[in-house]
């Protein structure tokens, strides 16, 4: 993090510099979605006023340059995962919508009736329920691998729950409701002694730690442009060559055939077989721009830097008696949810907003989480690279007003 200039890298960001009934926007909701620096802002105002076409399809000028734009986009997150070849990387309106795309296009030609998928209790409702509905419809079995109290995967008990008929794991690269990096190479390696393929959501894990899904050789990996400095209407889902060309597709329409009559429609080749119809043309090259913008400052950079802010909070939070951490594993983005003795999480969030600070309140999407740790809901404060130790000093007296007016 030494060469990297943080107060300056926080001015990239306008919306930073928003005022909240007179008090400082101190914005701690990243990991809902991150904000977007001045340049994919600026780029996607370039696109929208000088590039603006729908590719594919025409020899005009303009066709000609969004169609380019839009491949260099792809390319660029090929690059920032690592994935062999550009074809390997679809365009998706987000993660979840990558994640649906895996269940649709993989689970229901694959799994069968009896065959079991492997979940763990720290999934997003994204991998829970695309996964239930597949289970629902084929009599398929879900089998979920336990945390243990400091919010951590018990990989030995995921281990032990393979067998003969396990057709599927879906993984959590890292917790949105707890922070938890989970150890997916381990886990992705041994499900593929099973020969089974294991589906990363990446969400979380993409704008705090680099990815390689080549050294990882994980068979899907999906992330969304909105919490990686990208607008919203985009993600990717990543997918082995094979895997992808072995699929059925998910949506039917234009530019994902090959040729149709009414007889037959013989389907175009990967990547463009899971892209049916216009695709969020703008928002990929907004998310390119991020994606070069973000590789400039640097992943590993990043990682560094929220880690000592991570490290910070947490001291500063574990100090003041009432409130509660939950999850503290010893692998953490810097992510903080807790609750706070005597106070309903909804009220935390509306007396810190009084002050100008975002945090999220509630479930965050990962019931069976809340039920672990048999909480109704927590409050979370999700930090970022442009997040500061002021801003960790302001949450701090906020909980403590809270704790004024409630205790
Ligand atoms: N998985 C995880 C871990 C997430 O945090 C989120 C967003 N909260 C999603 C999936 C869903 O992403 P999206 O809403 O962009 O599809």
């Known amino acids: 993090t030494s060469d990297v200039d943080w107060r300056k890298v926080r001015t990239d960001f306008p919306i930073l510099e928003l005022k909240i009934d007179g008090k400082p926007l101190i914005y701690l909701d990243n990991a809902a979605s991150s904000q977007m620096p001045q340049l994919v802002i600026d780029r996607l105002v370039r696109y929208q006023t000088k590039q603006h076409a729908n590719i594919n399809r025409a020899v005009h000028y303009l066709s000609e340059v969004a169609t380019q734009e839009y491949h260099d986009a792809r390319c660029k997150l090929q690059q920032f995962i690592n994935a062999r070849e550009d074809r390997e990387v679809i365009f998706t309106s987000g993660t979840t919508d990558s994640i649906n795309l895996v269940m649709q296009g993989y689970g229901r030609k694959f799994i069968q009736a009896n065959d079991e998928i492997i979940l763990t209790t720290l999934e997003h409702h994204?991998?829970?329920?695309?996964?239930?509905?597949?289970?629902?419809?084929?009599?398929?079995?879900?089998?979920?691998?336990?945390?243990?109290?400091?919010?951590?995967?018990?990989?030995?008990?995921?281990?032990?729950?393979?067998?003969?008929?396990?057709?599927?794991?879906?993984?959590?690269?890292?917790?949105?409701?707890?922070?938890?990096?989970?150890?997916?190479?381990?886990?992705?390696?041994?499900?593929?002694?099973?020969?089974?393929?294991?589906?990363?959501?990446?969400?979380?894990?993409a704008l705090h730690i680099p990815i390689d899904v080549q050294a990882l050789d994980c068979d899907f990996y999906a992330f969304s442009a909105h919490k990686l400095c990208g607008p919203t209407g985009v993600g990717i889902l990543y997918g082995k060559a094979v895997l992808l060309e072995s699929m059925q597709p998910y949506k039917g329409g234009g530019d994902m055939i090959a040729s149709v009559t009414f007889e037959e429609t013989i389907y175009n080749t990967i990547p463009h077989k899971f892209e049916a119809g216009t695709p969020p043309i703008a928002a990929a090259i907004g998310f390119g721009a991020a994606i070069d913008y973000l590789t400039t400052i640097g992943i590993e950079n990043i990682a560094a830097y929220e880690s000592t802010l991570l490290d910070y909070a947490t001291k500063c939070l574990t100090q003041i008696p009432g409130v509660n951490i939950i999850g503290t594993a010893n692998e953490k983005t810097a992510v903080i949810s807790f609750t706070i003795d005597g106070v309903h999480p909804h009220d935390i969030g509306t007396i810190l907003n009084q002050d100008g600070i975002a945090v999220r309140t509630g479930h965050h999407c990962a019931q069976p989480v809340m039920q672990r740790f048999n909480v109704p809901a927590t409050s979370r404060a999700s930090f970022a690279f442009y997040n500061n130790k002021t801003e960790v000093d302001a949450l701090i007296a906020g909980i403590k007003t809270v704790q004024k007016v409630f205790l």
């Open 126 to 205: 994204s991998n829970i329920v695309p996964w239930q509905m597949l289970a629902n419809e084929k009599g398929a079995k879900i089998r979920v691998v336990p945390i243990n109290d400091k919010g951590e995967l018990d990989v030995d008990e995921y281990e032990r729950l393979f067998n003969e008929r396990t057709k599927f794991v879906g993984l959590i690269h890292v917790s949105n409701a707890l922070g938890t990096i989970n150890p997916i190479k381990r886990m992705i390696d041994f499900a593929h002694r099973y020969d089974v393929p294991v589906l990363i959501d990446g969400a979380q894990a």
